[in-house]
Each structure stands twice: as structure tokens, then as C-alpha cells.
């Protein structure tokens, strides 16, 4: 057993074995306390059919959405379709590219997790779909904090987009933790 006295001596010189007898102890018990988390858990999470269909289609939408916003955002059909005004959109290209390109990136994630939840390590799969439509879904909920504070023009623009692209990852979500 090591006192309290021999364990602050141990910090303030990390060199004695002291030290390094209480570092292997820590790491034994981190580890056999995750084993035993594992264990305590026996069964395994899955996702059932409608978890997987909203975090797909979800993921294809924003996977298709990303040419528009990257690269057309100057058609007057694709500012309608993402319900925005045409005023300064050169000043905005960037971001709109930046967006775009981030969402592109959640949805192939989602495809990716998705692909391991039916073909390699679920629980993995899991948590990286659990992951991207989280961050769908926040996203989704910033686009209407953007609004509500003004910054979307005309204002009330983005209720549709926010309702449209929160609702199939908050399906996924719920269905995952059900």
C-alpha cells in the first residue's frame, strides 16, 4: 500500500521507481476497469432498419447538396432551392464552399459507418454514424440560431432547410437509442 506521503513524493520526482510502480498500477486499473465496463454490457448495439434508412438518406442529401453549394451557388435555381438571396454571394463563396465541403465530408462518414455497421465492426459502425448525424443535427440547429439572430437573409429563410435537415438525423438518433 502506498501513503499519501510516499504518492506526492512520487509526482514531484518522476524519475524513482516509486512513480513508476504507481503509473503501471493506474494503467492495470484503467484497463481492467474498461474490460469490466465491457462485460458489464454483454449485449451489442445495433441499428435497426430505420436508424440506418434516415442516416442514409440523410447522408445522400448532403453528399448531393454539396455541388450546389460549392460550385453553382451563383444559379438563381440554386439560390431558390437553398432559399437564399442573390445580393453578395461573391462574398460568400467561401463559406458556402467551406459548408458544402464539411457536409460532403459528414455524409460520406455516415456512408462509411454505415458500411461497417452491416460489413465489419458494428459497434464501431455505431458509434461513427452516432457521431456524423450528431453533428448533422447540430449543424441543422445553428442554421436556425443563425436566423433567429438576423444573420440569414431574408429572415425566416432557413426554417425550412433547419426542419428539412434536422429531421432525418434526429429519426436516426432516436432510433438508435430506442
Request: positive net charge; charged residues 15%; hydrophobic residues 55%.
Amino acid at each position: 500500500m502506498v501513503s499519501k506521503t510516499d504518492y506526492h513524493t512520487a509526482l514531484r520526482c518522476p524519475d524513482s521507481r516509486l512513480f513508476t510502480g504507481l503509473r503501471r498500477t493506474r494503467v492495470a486499473f484503467t484497463i481492467s476497469t474498461a474490460a469490466s465496463l465491457v462485460e458489464a454490457r454483454p449485449e451489442q448495439v445495433t441499428m435497426n432498419a430505420v436508424a440506418q434508412l434516415s442516416a442514409g438518406i440523410s447522408a445522400v442529401i448532403l453528399i448531393a447538396v454539396f455541388p450546389l453549394e460549392a460550385f453553382f451557388i451563383e444559379r438563381p435555381a440554386v439560390q431558390r432551392f437553398l432559399g437564399i438571396e442573390a445580393h453578395g454571394i461573391r462574398n460568400v463563396h467561401l463559406w458556402s464552399f467551406c459548408i458544402g465541403a464539411r457536409n460532403a465530408l459528414a455524409g460520406v462518414g455516415t456512408l462509411i459507418g454505415l458500411w461497417m455497421v452491416n460489413f465489419g465492426d458494428e459497434t464501431a459502425g455505431v458509434t461513427v454514424v452516432v457521431v456524423t448525424c450528431i453533428y448533422m443535427l447540430l449543424a441543422s440547429l445553428f442554421m436556425g440560431v443563425a436566423d433567429a439572430l438576423g444573420f440569414w437573409l431574408p429572415r425566416g429563410g432557413s426554417i425550412k432547410g433547419t426542419v428539412a435537415s434536422s429531421v432525418l438525423p434526429a429519426i436516426a438518433l432516436i432510433a438508435i437509442a430506442v
